[in-house]
């Protein structure tokens, strides 16, 4: 794991986890015995790490969405899926690395994986267009869902990117009709599929792949139709206004399931998912399969109608 990133609201628990380091590097010596007061900073830090992640507001949530630590879809992929061979190319244009995709097994069986990927450092994020994916990102995604269903494998996506990109060669290459082929085509696929919004749901460019029969998301994970920087420039022609956006914008798992947009919310660890990979990925696991096990005794007309049902009950309004 990388060194850990604290965000703004974690102030309290870096300098009480700071006082812990201190302490441990003390103890032992010749004269000083100093477990018992270890331990009970270790309990004031678990209090406190507790109280904070359980009342965040929707702006630190997007913050906890898009940390640099927090697992991506090749992280999933490491923890949850066995004998992956990534497919690459949309056989059109060329590769997208902000789209990571190919056949893998779950539980020992095969399936198609999907997802966003961003990148930590300053080289990845630019070899992963900072998860932002072009057209031929969404092409190869739609022909590996189209594989999929041509040899009866489930398909399962992963969902975290702050929008697709919308950069002129974007446009030019046709961005719009991408994303909007990959609805109508996901709508009608004949095989499960399970969508997981793990970070940033972030408009058209998260839902090209999200159009599942059942959808899933991280506790700490967002998604909307915009992001609330983009929302409050709009709205207020004020970027810095985002933490008043994210509250009008109700991007949180807690806000969507309301809507019956969302069909489950994955609980992630104290703190966030970026503080335990592993344990995040079996809890989700734990859901997929779940999720996979009733769809396994659809038949592909009731895998179709199913989730067309479930997009047509989403037309309510917000309270």
């Known amino acids: 794991m990388a060194a850990t990133v604290y965000m703004e609201f974690e102030k309290p628990i870096a300098e009480l986890e700071k006082k812990v380091d ?73 590769d997208d690395h902000a789209i990571v995709g190919g056949l893998a097994r779950f539980d020992g069986k095969p399936v198609m994986v999907v997802g966003h990927q961003k990148g930590r450092d300053t080289k990845e994020k630019v070899f992963r267009n900072f998860g932002m994916p072009n057209p031929e990102g969404y092409r190869k995604a739609l022909r590996l869902f189209k594989m999929a ?61 999200a159009v599942g029969n059942r959808v899933l998301m991280l506790e700490h994970s967002i998604y909307a139709v915009i992001s609330p920087e983009g929302c409050a420039a ?48 079996q809890a989700l696991g734990s859901a997929i399969r779940s999720h996979l096990e009733e769809l396994a005794d659809m038949s592909p007309d009731e895998l179709f109608e199913d989730r067309y049902q479930k997009f047509r009950a989403m037309t309510q309004m917000a309270a």
């Open 149 to 209: 269903e041509q040899f009866g494998l489930p398909i399962i996506t992963f969902v975290d990117t702050p929008g697709a990109y919308p950069g002129i060669g974007a446009e030019e290459r046709g961005q719009a009709e991408a994303i909007a082929r990959n609805l109508r085509e996901m709508a009608i696929l004949k095989v499960p599929v399970i969508v997981c919004i793990t970070g940033e749901g972030g408009s058209g460019g998260a839902l090209a792949i």
């Open 234 to 281: 709009i709205l207020w022609s004020d970027g810095t206004k985002g933490p008043q956006a994210a509250e009008a914008l109700k991007p949180a798992a807690q806000d969507i399931i309301a809507l019956g947009v969302i069909d489950e919310i994955i609980h992630e660890p104290v703190g966030g998912a970026h503080r335990d990979h592993e344990a995040t990925a």
């Open 22 to 94: 201190e302490l441990r590097a003390l103890n032992g010596g010749s004269d000083l015995n100093l477990t018992q007061e270890i331990e009970a900073l270790e309990q004031r830090v678990e209090h406190e790490r507790q109280e904070i992640f359980n009342n965040l507001s929707r702006w630190q949530k997007a913050q906890v969405a898009r940390h640099i630590n927090r697992p991506f879809t090749l992280d999933y992929i490491k923890h949850l899926f066995t004998d992956f061979n990534e497919l690459h190319g949309d056989r059109n244009f060329g």
